[in-house]
């Protein structure tokens, strides 16, 4: 007898893995694919997991990315008020 612990898992097929990963890379499109594969039920397991991983690495790249923009943005502003005041220097 077949409990739902040993029940073989379908293959995902390459068909199935082809047409997955164009949607990966439509911009947009692809964050609510990844939430409706990692969330909906019937979704084959391995897809599933693999939309949850994807779903992991895009929220630490926007983490990473907001910490590099706020780092380099404060040190550019940093070094617009450190620099020369042409503006405010007597004229010619």
């Known amino acids: 007898m077949e409990t739902?612990?040993?029940?073989?898992?379908?293959?995902?097929?390459?068909?199935?893995?082809?047409?997955?990963?164009?949607?990966?890379v439509i911009p947009l499109v692809n964050i609510i694919m990844f939430f409706v594969w990692s969330f909906a039920r019937g979704t084959n397991p391995n897809k599933a997991n693999w939309a949850k991983a994807m779903l992991i690495w895009i929220a630490i790249s926007i983490v990473l990315w907001?910490?590099?923009f706020f780092i380099f943005g404060s040190a550019f502003l940093g070094l617009l008020e450190s620099g020369p005041d042409?503006?405010?220097e007597p004229g010619y």
Do not use: K, Q, R
């Open 4 to 24: 739902p612990e040993n029940t073989p898992t379908p293959v995902v097929t390459i068909g199935e893995w082809i047409i997955t990963m164009l949607v990966s």
């Open 66 to 68: 907001g910490a590099l």
């Open 86 to 88: 042409f503006i405010d």
